[in-house]
């Protein structure tokens, strides 16, 4: 096949360079957005003059025809033309003729590309955002209906403080709505037009690059014709959005595999979502969270090796940045996948409450709210710490929680601590080490008391309602 750019070269390209170069098998996916592109770019050659208007439009007529037939799945690209943008000219000029060959006016594959990708982007970016808030209102709708249901809160995966599930969930829900926000700030900085940067220096031609860019509903052209075409910052900052969701997707996906076991048994995984195993009749495997966590680190993948293959490149363009389209591709379906098959696996996940009640009542997880109590009566936190461990301690080698020792042992666990404030020590104190009291006191704002796991939830609801009007 004759190449576009070969009138300089005497020899033909070599069968290992043609497939080495080509990008076609890939880059495909970039028809429509290219097609948009060269819609938007005919027209304003149009409208300034560079072509006629009747040009113009036969160009037009002849991308719509191309994007249906494509659409249609009649067209066979291919690599001989190397890549998307080439691919849609070639077709187009065999269908309309010469006049086709006008398309390429002041423009370069450098800054087609890069309006490729950008309005790529942009629409993938809106789609991972619908698919964040479709998580985000089970989130908030699960966290709802478990605002009192009572778990141990972990640091160092040891039980620390018993907690409200509903809580548990919002600190998801956060997560996910900063990801969410962080799309949506990606969006700003993606959505100016690079189209009529040419291969880095502007043009002769008088492009009206405002124009164009508000026919591709971009918010202005980019300001400079070399940054225009010679970076991916934006693939990138899309991808570490990418990788961030990923991240939190997989700490989640984490909890769920550990609750799933018999050992902890929290939740009851639906069958749709698990699967067994091939020779152990009696398994019932978390294999979406594994396969999720599994996944995260492809994305990671994805990021350093846009991150590596930019670090060195001098300005304008280089080959390099061909690179840049299956990584954005791969995170944009790994991403995307794993979001829509998560939410539908969390959203049928059973939780098996009172398991996890009485898993926050062991590990002394109420140690916290004796001290408090002792503080209440007078005596120093730091006193009362040392207090409360001494009488942990004396609970492990009774095998036995704190609430079941005696008033009289608690009272004599107050008076051997040197220095310690006097304090007296009656009945109230069960009442203070009850988990459905621990978790209701705890009453700042953000915490896990179900009176402001409520209060929180009605907020959420309000900020997702504020993101499906944005």
């Given at each position: 096949?004759?190449?576009?750019w070969g009138g ?6 070599s069968?290992?360079m043609?497939d080495f ?7 495909q ?8 592109g060269?819609?938007a770019?005919a027209?304003m050659?149009?409208?300034?003059g560079?072509?006629t ?15 249906t037939?494509i ?9 001989g033309?190397?890549?998307i943008h080439?691919n849609?000219e070639t ?9 086709g060959?006008k398309?390429h006016?002041?423009r ?5 590309v890069?309006?490729?990708t ?7 970016i ?11 209102e ?5 966290s709802?209906?478990h605002a ?13 403080q ?10 998801y ?8 926000e962080?799309?949506?700030d ?10 009529g940067?040419g291969a880095?220096?502007g043009?002769t031609?008088?492009?009206d690059?405002?124009?164009t ?7 202005g052209?980019t ?16 991808v ?8 939190h997707?997989?700490?989640f ?5 550990i609750?799933?076991?018999?050992e ?13 195993s091939?020779?152990?009749?009696q ?11 599994g ?16 670090k ?12 840049d389209k299956?990584a954005?591709?791969d995170t944009?379906d ?13 959203a ?15 590990g002394f997880s ?5 001290a408090?109590?002792f503080?209440t009566?007078g ?13 942990v301690?004396t ?10 020792l005696?008033l009289a042992e608690?009272?004599e666990?107050?008076e051997v601590?040197p220095?310690?404030?006097?304090i ?18 705890r ?16 907020r ?8 499906k009007k944005?």
């Amino acid at each position: 096949m004759a190449k576009l750019w070969g009138g300089r070269f005497n020899k033909d390209t070599s069968e290992l360079m043609e497939d080495f170069h080509s990008s076609i098998s890939f880059d495909q996916r970039l028809y429509r957005y290219d097609i948009e592109g060269s819609i938007a770019h005919a027209q304003m050659l149009g409208a300034v003059g560079i072509i006629t208007t009747v040009e113009a439009q036969q160009i037009v007529d002849g991308l719509v025809t191309l994007l249906t037939e494509i659409e249609a799945g009649k067209i066979q690209f291919s690599p001989g033309a190397e890549d998307i943008h080439m691919n849609i000219e070639t077709l187009l000029t065999e269908r309309i003729g010469a006049v086709g060959k006008k398309l390429h006016t002041g423009r370069s594959r450098n800054d087609q590309v890069a309006v490729d990708t950008r309005l790529f982007t942009i629409a993938e970016i809106e789609r991972t955002k619908q698919l964040l808030t479709e998580l985000l209102e089970v989130l908030v709708a699960m966290s709802e209906e478990h605002a009192a249901t009572i778990m141990p809160g972990y640091t160092h995966l040891q039980i620390a403080q018993p907690v409200t599930m509903g809580h548990h969930l919002l600190a998801y829900f956060e997560m996910f709505y900063r990801d969410w926000e962080r799309l949506q700030d990606c969006h700003k900085r993606i959505n100016l037009s690079p189209l009529g940067a040419g291969a880095l220096a502007g043009t002769t031609y008088p492009l009206d690059r405002h124009m164009t860019a508000t026919a591709l509903g971009f918010a202005g052209p980019t300001e400079n014709s070399m940054d225009s075409v010679s970076d991916r910052d934006y693939i990138i900052e899309y991808v570490s959005a990418g990788s961030l969701i990923m991240m939190h997707l997989s700490r989640f996906c984490e909890e769920i595999i550990i609750w799933a076991s018999q050992e902890w048994a929290f939740v009851d995984l639906d069958d749709a979502y698990s699967t067994g195993s091939s020779i152990m009749p009696q398994k019932k495997n978390p294999d979406v969270a594994e396969l999720v966590r599994g996944k995260t680190g492809r994305v990671y993948g994805n990021l350093m090796g846009l991150l590596t293959m930019m670090k060195g490149l001098p300005l304008a363009y280089n080959k390099d940045m061909q690179e840049d389209k299956e990584a954005l591709f791969d995170t944009v379906d790994t991403v995307q996948k794993c979001l829509l098959i998560f939410t539908a696996m969390l959203a049928s996940t059973k939780f098996k409450t009172e398991r996890m009640k009485e898993a926050a009542g062991k590990g002394f997880s109420n140690a916290t709210d004796l001290a408090d109590y002792f503080v209440t009566k007078g005596m120093s936190f730091r006193d009362a710490h040392h207090v409360v461990g001494n009488l942990v301690a004396t609970c492990i080698n009774k095998g036995q929680p704190l609430e079941k020792l005696t008033l009289a042992e608690i009272q004599e666990g107050c008076e051997v601590t040197p220095g310690a404030a006097q304090i007296t020590v009656t009945e109230d104190v069960y009442a203070a080490l009850q988990l459905e009291n621990v978790v209701a006191r705890r009453l700042t704002y953000g915490g896990t008391a179900p009176a402001r796991v409520i209060e929180a939830v009605a907020r959420a609801r309000k900020r997702i309602l504020q993101i499906k009007k944005s």
